[in-house]
């Protein structure tokens, strides 16, 4: 790796952990430059402003919680306890898009290329409900995206209680258990 792509990295990381911790208005640069081991002129020569600093933050986020966590349409009640799970391990991600929803894009997708981002998730449930796995009632869409705000329930983003990674292990296991139930039942086919 060359020293600047070493600097852009340490950036990168600073930044998504002052993001995750304060938001974009309250993120500070002097405080991520300090924390990257970098000067605020670097961090302007490689993102431009704080904006676009948080953009590709958020971008990094975004495709790693994409590819983290597959879905397989034939198994709902696994997506939504491997998201759970993903959830505990890498808690920033769920802050990053809790302040890019309160500060950024109120309403709407979440981000410009929801489209394309959520394509291959969209089809496998729709080959799904064709396999009579999932009901057909529901468009794709509100499949997944009630899939995923299940597996919130107890992510940083829950207004009632958020899950750590310290909770015992029978509390994790009931949640998973509570979102095996709930997802096979809302989703299974109509009788």
């Known amino acids: 790796m060359k020293r600047g792509d070493s600097t852009r990295e340490r950036i990168l990381n600073a930044a998504s952990a002052e993001f995750a ?10 405080r991520i430059a ?18 676009a600093l948080f953009e590709a933050v958020f971008s990094v986020a975004l495709d790693s919680i994409v590819n983290a966590v597959p879905i397989d349409g034939d198994d709902l009640p696994g997506y939504a306890v491997r998201l759970y799970d ?37 089809r496998a449930i729709e080959a799904s409900q064709k396999s009579g796995h999932i009901d057909p009632w529901f468009t794709p869409f509100d499949v997944l995206t009630t899939v995923i705000a ?12 958020t899950a750590t990674r310290d909770d015992d292990i029978e509390d ?20």
């Open 21 to 30: 911790e304060h938001g974009i208005a309250g993120a500070r640069v002097d």
């Open 34 to 51: 300090a924390a990257a081991q970098a000067n605020k002129a670097q961090l302007y020569t490689y993102f431009g402003n704080k904006s």
């Open 86 to 122: 993903e959830y505990l391990e890498t808690p920033e991600l769920v802050r990053l898009a809790t302040w890019a929803r309160l500060e950024r894009r109120s309403t709407g997708h979440l981000t410009i290329d929801a489209d394309s981002l959520d394509e291959a998730k969209l």
């Open 150 to 161: 299940m597996s919130m329930t107890w992510s940083p983003a829950s207004a009632t209680f």
């Open 172 to 191: 994790h296991e009931r949640r998973r258990e509570v979102l095996r139930r709930i997802v096979a039942r809302a989703f299974a086919p109509a009788s």
